[in-house]
């Protein structure tokens, strides 16, 4: 079952622009991780957040963790075009892996 | 490493027949899941496997499912018999370690059922 919900469920910005995309959650968690999905594709993995981490980087992402408000957020700074994909969050707790139901992200040129 | 292969890519049945989806995992890596994604209901985890063995098969929707790992590299997904609700891309995944470490995910077959 998914019981990780991403906000907004669709998001259309400009190229450049910075996007942010939300994940929260219902139980506590080992980690929370962000997976892309192009079109067509599978999935691929972005990056993991341990429940004792607040922030982590890589590249042009950014994601952040707040295990109070049981919700993480991803962003990605100085969107590009190949950037236009779905993201999914997913946490584990208990042996079970949660995902959310992703957010459509479309990228203008 | 090749990465995670599933085969067929796509399949295109009839209502009633057997459906068998395969599953290569990635070389040492001693877990395996099995996702289906549709529109209506997104990704939902089917059932995984660690070391071969099944540890969670609550997300099998029905009898109908089946999923076996004979071994660590070779894993089957089968629908017996075929309805067309179960029209879905069908992904498989792999891991090692922990449950809860990096997943990665096969291209996926797209199964369409008539």
């Known amino acids: 079952s998914q019981q990780g919900e991403e906000d907004p469920q669709a998001l259309s910005i400009q190229e450049g622009e910075n996007a942010t995309m939300n994940c929260s959650y219902k139980t506590s968690i080992n980690n929370l991780q962000w997976y892309r999905q192009n079109s067509g594709r599978g999935l691929v993995h972005l990056i993991l957040?341990?429940?004792n981490e607040r922030e982590k980087h890589s590249g042009r992402l950014r994601v952040t963790l707040d295990t109070s408000k049981k919700s993480s957020s991803l962003l990605i700074t100085a969107s590009r075009a190949a950037d236009t994909a779905s993201y999914f969050c997913a946490t584990s707790s208990n042996y079970q892996l949660i995902w959310g139901a992703g957010t459509k992200l479309i990228i203008k040129p | 490493d090749a990465g995670v292969i599933q085969s067929p890519r796509h399949e295109v049945t009839e209502m009633g027949q057997e459906v068998t989806l395969r599953c290569k995992p990635i070389s040492g890596h001693d877990y395996l899941f099995w996702y289906r994604q549709t529109m209506m209901r997104g990704l939902e985890l089917l059932i995984y496997?660690?070391?071969?063995?099944?540890?969670?098969d609550s997300g099998m929707p029905e009898d109908r499912f089946s999923a076996k790992m004979p071994n660590a590299s070779f894993s089957t997904l089968k629908i017996q018999p075929s309805e067309p609700r179960d029209s879905a891309v069908y992904f498989c995944a792999s891991s090692d370690g922990v449950l809860y470490n990096e997943q990665f995910f096969g291209p996926g077959t797209r199964l369409t059922v008539l």
């Open positions: 496997f660690n070391n071969n063995v099944p540890i969670d």
């Open positions: 957040i341990r429940s």
